[in-house]
Each structure stands twice: as structure tokens, then as C-alpha cells.
């Protein structure tokens, strides 16, 4: 798809103002109001759809549609991409994009931005606070409670402070939490399969078996590369300290639940709190089993830990934000399916952004249509991956429309923009 905009360098965008947008925007699922607010302050179009659309629905509606949100319900198949005849972006309004083939909106030039972190605080806290109630014993004090019975007693209720936690996977979720753990007074230690920085007085394990026998509490906050599927086995829980506290918020398929109830069982695990599950119902009406259910020493939580009303609000500002830089400067950093490109908008220039299948020649065929017509290149920048290769072109002088379609005209283009 060519997109050509007649140029008028008297007008304001020359001078690096926001170009109007124009377009439309299709939000699903009750994405947070914050998103169709920004979009139409934008100058888009909004329609909201309070509930997901089935395929051949959403086939039908697609058609016109700029930009399209999503939360974690909706897919966005082959076919639906198909479709889409006007398409420049997806917003997955959550953390996941399984349900995006993100292979067909590559091959279209359609990126797709989703919210890694809004909801990293909302984790970090519920995990913070169920390390807390564990440690106490809250939850079977409560549960005594419920069933009439008074049980005052210090027995096996222990403060945090000085505890160590061991931290599985030290990313935006795991870093955040050894920071406030420390606040706290325990002493952090993590282990990363990358090199990470600790922050801190955070100590790296040199190995999950050492963060294992060392921690008073371990929590898994790996992200859910299949590699990581089983990483919590019989032989994880062996490694253990007796008594320790155990917590997963991470991934279900990364913990094998029946060595998880076996270390509770054994006391091996002196309590645990799982927010996620290898099969997990497909929605509030459907029912939940687990091997874990009756377990007083367990809290168990409907994937939640990322499910409060500020990481929704943030998500509801986060993607608009991202989706907006893409159409306005072209910026891809945080893409899920794009190679990642960020510049500073420049003033007094036009930005052209080419995106081709990633074939050798492309970028020569670029500047020899931009040197045939005398424009002149102040800055260009070209990152590949993943089977396509995206420009970043920013000119002096002229830039015709017979330009775009010149350019457009290279075999092996997928689309062509001009910016400002
Ligand atoms: P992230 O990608 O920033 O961090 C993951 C870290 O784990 C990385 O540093 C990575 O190098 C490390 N890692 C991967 N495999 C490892 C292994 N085998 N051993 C040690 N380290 C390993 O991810 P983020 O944002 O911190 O999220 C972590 C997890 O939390 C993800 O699985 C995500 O899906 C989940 N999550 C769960 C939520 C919930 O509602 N329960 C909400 C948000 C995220």
C-alpha cells in the first residue's frame, strides 16, 4: 500500500508540528477510556466495541480501520489481517500478543505495539504482599477464623525484615521487586540466565541451584519462553531450603504443580502463592480446577497480578503513545514485530519511511530514486529483521508525490510513508 500525501512546505508540519492524522480507530474489549481519548484528541475517528469480535465478524469490520486495540481475547488471525485494507498499526492494550499473528501484520508493514510494564508495579506489590501474609501466616489464621477457632499464638508467624528472597528471572518485574524488598530490609539475591545489573545491595546467585538453597522465599518472575516450561521441577523443590516460601507469577507452565503439592505435602515448602496456571479457565464463566485447591498454606489467585486499575489506565495511555510516535515519526522501539528504530523528530525536513521484504539492494534502489530527484539525505537509518527491513529517511527540498511512487515501485516494497 502506497500512501501519498501532497506536500506543501508553507504549512506548519514543514516546521515539525504534529501532522493531523485522520484515519480510524477500532478499540475492542473495553480498552481503558484514556486510549479513545488520546486517539480522537489525535484527530482519529474512535469507535469502542465493549466486547471481543469472532473472526468472520471482525473480517467484516476491519475493512478502513487505521489502527486497531485489542486486549487479550480477540485474534487477530491471517485472515482478519487479510482484510485489513488500511491497517498502519495493532494495539495489543495487555502484555501478551499470542493472540496477533504477528507474522501476517509483519508481512503487511503492520506494527504491533503492546504494554510490557505498565502492570510490572501491580506485580510486584501483590508478590511483596503475599511474601508478607505468608510469612505471617495470615492465611490459615484466617481460614482457623472462618471455622470458629481463636489461635493467637506466634507459632510460625515471622516478620520479613532479614529474610532472604531469591528473585527468578531479573527483569522489569524482578528487578522492581528486589528494589522494594530491600526497602523492607531482606536481603535479595537473584539469578538470571542474562547478565543483569544488580541494583541495590541485590547479590547474583551463580546458579538457580545456589539462589535455591539459600532463599527463605523464592519467586519465579521468568517470562514464558517455552525453555522455560517444567524450570520449577521435583528436583528445584529438592533444592530448597526446608520451610522455605514459595510464589509463582510468572508463567503457569514454568512450575510443575503436582512437585509443587508434593513439597507441600512433605513440608519442603512451608506455603505458596500461584497466580498462574498450565490450564487456565477461558473466562470468568468457566470452572477452575488445580491439584493445589484445599491447601490452607496456599494462596490462590486468578492471574490477576497484573490486574489493577492503574496498570489498566496506564496500558490505556502506554500503546496510544506508542502507536502515535509509530504514525508521527515512524518510531518502532518496543515493537513486538517490527525492528526497532527511534529518532528524534527533524525540523525543516521531510521523513519518508520505506518498509520491503529483507532482500539485498533495497536501500540502493532507495537513494538512487532520492538522488534521481534531487533530494537531498540528512539522516537515514535502516534496521532489519525477522524478514523485513524498515528506512528511516529524512530529506531536504522536494519530495513529490511522484517520488513516493517511484519508490513505492522498487520490488520487494511492502509500503511506503511520508510523514511530514
Ligand atoms: P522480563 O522479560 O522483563 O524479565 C524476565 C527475566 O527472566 C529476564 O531478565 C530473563 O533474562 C529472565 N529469565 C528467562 N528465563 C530464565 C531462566 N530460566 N532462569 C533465570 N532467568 C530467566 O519480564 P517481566 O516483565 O519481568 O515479566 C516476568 C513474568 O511475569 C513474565 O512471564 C510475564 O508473563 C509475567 N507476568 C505476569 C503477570 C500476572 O498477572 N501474573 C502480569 C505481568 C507479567
Given at each position: 500500500m502506497v500512501v501519498v500525501r501532497a506536500l506543501d512546505l508553507t504549512e506548519d508540519r514543514r516546521l515539525g508540528v504534529a501532522p493531523p492524522e485522520g484515519g480510524s480507530v477500532l478499540l475492542l474489549?473495553?480498552?481503558?477510556s484514556e486510549a479513545a481519548r488520546l486517539f480522537h484528541d489525535a484527530g482519529f475517528d474512535v469507535e469502542s466495541v465493549p466486547e471481543s469480535l469472532p473472526e468472520d465478524e471482525l473480517v467484516v469490520r476491519?475493512?478502513?480501520?487505521?489502527v486497531l486495540g485489542i486486549r487479550s481475547k480477540t485474534q487477530v488471525t491471517r485472515r482478519v489481517v487479510e482484510a485489513a485494507?488500511?491497517?498502519q498499526a495493532v494495539g495489543?492494550?495487555?502484555?501478551?500478543?499470542?493472540?496477533?499473528?504477528l507474522e501476517a501484520c509483519r508481512e503487511k508493514g503492520v506494527p504491533v505495539f503492546n504494554a510490557?510494564?505498565?502492570?510490572t508495579r501491580s506485580v510486584v506489590e501483590l508478590a511483596l504482599g503475599e511474601i508478607i501474609v505468608l510469612f505471617r501466616n495470615v492465611v490459615e489464621k484466617s481460614w482457623l477464623l472462618h471455622d470458629g477457632i481463636w489461635n493467637k499464638s506466634a507459632h510460625r508467624s515471622r516478620e520479613v525484615r532479614g529474610k532472604r528472597l531469591g528473585i527468578v528471572g531479573y527483569g522489569n518485574i524482578g528487578a522492581q521487586l528486589s528494589v522494594l524488598a530491600e526497602a523492607l530490609g531482606m536481603e535479595v539475591h537473584f539469578y538470571d540466565v542474562a547478565d543483569k545489573l544488580a541494583l541495590g545491595n541485590a547479590h547474583r546467585a551463580p546458579s538457580l541451584k545456589a539462589l535455591l538453597e539459600i532463599s527463605d522465599v523464592v519467586t519465579i518472575h521468568v517470562?514464558?519462553?517455552?525453555?522455560?516450561?517444567?524450570?520449577?521441577g521435583k528436583r528445584e523443590f529438592r533444592w530448597m531450603k526446608d520451610g522455605a516460601v514459595f510464589i509463582n507469577l510468572?508463567?503457569?507452565?514454568?512450575?510443575?504443580l503436582p512437585a509443587l503439592k508434593d513439597a507441600l505435602n512433605s513440608g519442603k515448602v512451608r506455603a505458596a502463592a500461584v497466580d498462574v496456571f498450565p490450564q487456565e479457565p477461558g473466562g470468568n464463566e468457566e470452572p477452575f480446577s488445580s491439584?493445589?485447591?484445599?491447601?490452607?498454606?496456599v494462596i490462590l489467585t486468578p492471574?490477576?497480578?497484573?490486574?489493577t486499575e492503574e496498570a489498566q489506565e496506564d496500558i490505556g495511555r502506554f500503546v496510544p503513545g506508542k502507536v502515535l510516535d509509530y504514525l508521527r515519526q515512524g518510531n518502532t522501539r518496543l515493537s513486538v514485530n517490527f525492528p526497532g528504530l527511534q529518532l528524534p523528530e527533524r525540523r525543516g525536513a521531510h521523513r519518508v519511511v520505506h518498509i520491503h521484504?529483507?532482500?539485498?539492494?533495497i536501500l540502493a534502489r532507495i537513494n538512487q530514486v532520492l538522488a534521481e530527484a534531487e533530494a537531498n539525505i540528512t539522516g537515514q537509518y535502516l534496521k532489519t529483521g525477522e524478514g523485513i527491513g524498515y528506512v528511516i529517511t529524512d530529506v531536504d527540498g522536494q519530495c513529490p508525490p511522484e517520488v513516493l511512487q517511484a519508490l513505492w515501485e522498487?520490488?520487494?516494497?511492502i509500503r511506503v510513508k511520508l510523514l511530514y
Open positions: 474489549e473495553k480498552v481503558h476491519i475493512p478502513g480501520v487505521s485494507d488500511a491497517l495489543a492494550f495487555c502484555i501478551g500478543t499470542n493472540q496477533i499473528d510490557p510494564f505498565s502492570n517470562d514464558g519462553s517455552p525453555s522455560n516450561a517444567g524450570l520449577m510468572s508463567r503457569g507452565f514454568v512450575v510443575d491439584e493445589l485447591q484445599g491447601y490452607r498454606n492471574h490477576i497480578g497484573g490486574s521484504e529483507n532482500v539485498p539492494g522498487i520490488p520487494r516494497t
